[in-house]
């Protein structure tokens, strides 16, 4: 057997894994509703092999959404849906996560409920940044975002609950675990940076501060899942849509300390370059986060199985998930397993259409079965 160290399993806060190979959340924006159906029934049940699934970003509430086509879990429909999906999942021996999602400022009026304008932490527009959007004329496509107004202070608290109500969904459709999308540039990234969080209340400035409103989000979601089954995703040092900060590397070490104080089950950390750019951790943050953190650590982010089978040996990370390879590679821990070789997705495939380059990818040959 190839790549052993990915095939030992582990756990992930309470929950055993078989193995090291996670799929990374991927929004498919497959969901003109967003309820999602039989064809995510399929294309998450594809992937069942996962050491664990994370879904696609799952917006918490009407607000938070910046991108059309996507799912939501604030409706009775939505918690339906979603618990197809992990029935399909369960049924064929898988674990997955749910993704909650919030934009903030990454999103227009014409996607908010009533025309309305985004929320962010502060009024600023995210440079050269882009949403999903659609036209009059029923076509949808991309749209630089519109600029957000500052959250009051007493708003804050509507938004936490706004994810405990969707983590009381995530577990009545019967997901194994939740993860907080704290990453990517939305909004409870936006909160942690410094660039776009120019608060003067109790939710900016300091450290202490910025993180106060994720950490209350994280506390929100403790309390219905407990910690040994939530994650967190984040993604210190990245430039995404015009996001700036000049603390990252003490604001990632502050959360790991806090979360590890909760006893979280996972962080979950986007290598900064994954969407292009050379920006990397800098020396030794793997190390210190690992110091600091007690629970587990996934990273993410153009690797292959040789790669992530060496940062587990070298114990810098306790799994690694996939995302791109996952998209067209739904056996892909089989793969590894067998060292068989990989199908390049289809970037046109990536957002919206239907089944085409969703669950239409192939299995691997029997014949690399045999081999292995
Ligand atoms: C099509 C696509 C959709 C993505 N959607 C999400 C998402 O919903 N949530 C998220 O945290 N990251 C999302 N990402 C980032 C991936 O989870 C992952 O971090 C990134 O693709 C790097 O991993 P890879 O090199 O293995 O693809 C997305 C990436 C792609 C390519």
């Known amino acids: 057997m190839a790549y052993e160290t990915l095939f030992t399993p582990t756990t992930l806060g ?9 799929m990374a959340p991927l929004t498919r924006s497959r969901t003109p509703d ?24 799952t917006n918490i509430s009407p607000t938070a959404r910046g991108y059309v086509y996507t799912p939501g879990i604030w409706t009775d429909e939505q918690e339906a849906g979603w618990k197809g999906v992990v029935n399909a999942v369960h049924a064929k021996g898988g674990r997955i996560a749910l993704q909650l999602w919030h934009v903030g400022r990454v999103s227009h009026e014409m996607v908010q409920p009533n025309g309305q304008q985004p929320v962010a932490p502060s009024a600023l527009n ?101 910690a040994e089954r939530v994650g967190i995703r984040m993604t210190p040092f990245i430039e995404l849509f015009g996001l700036t900060d000049d603390e990252p590397e003490a604001m990632a070490f502050y959360m790991a300390e806090q979360l590890s104080k909760r006893g979280l089950a996972y962080l979950h950390l986007n290598e900064p370059n994954w969407a292009g750019g050379d920006i990397t951790f800098p020396a030794g943050f793997r190390e210190q986060m690992r110091e600091r953190f007690s629970g587990s650590l996934i990273y993410c982010g153009n690797y292959d199985a040789e790669h992530a089978e060496a940062r587990i040996s070298e114990n810098t990370t306790d799994a690694v998930a996939f995302g791109r390879p996952y998209i067209a590679n739904p056996d892909l821990p089989e793969r590894f397993r067998v060292n068989a070789p990989l199908t390049e997705p289809n970037h046109e495939t990536f957002y919206g259409g239907d089944e085409k380059g969703y669950t239409d990818y192939p299995f691997m040959d029997n014949g690399y079965d045999r081999m292995g």
């Open 126 to 226: 995210g440079e050269g940044a882009q949403c999903f959007v659609e036209f009059e004329d029923g076509t949808a496509g991309q749209h630089p975002t519109s600029t957000p107004r500052a959250l009051e202070t007493d708003e804050i608290p509507g938004i936490v609950d706004d994810y405990r109500q969707a983590a009381i969904r995530a577990k009545r459709a019967g997901f194994d675990m939740v993860e907080v999308h704290a990453a990517n540039a939305y909004l409870l990234n936006q909160f942690l940076a410094t660039g776009t969080n120019q608060r003067t209340d109790q939710y900016g400035g300091s450290l202490e501060n910025r993180a106060r409103f994720p950490l209350e989000v994280v506390d929100a979601v403790i309390e219905v899942y407990g």
């Open 34 to 57: 967003s309820v999602p159906g039989k064809m995510q029934e399929a294309y998450y049940g594809q992937r069942a092999g996962a050491g664990l699934i994370i879904s696609e970003a």
């Open 14 to 22: 309470s929950l055993n894994i078989p193995n090291r190979v996670i």
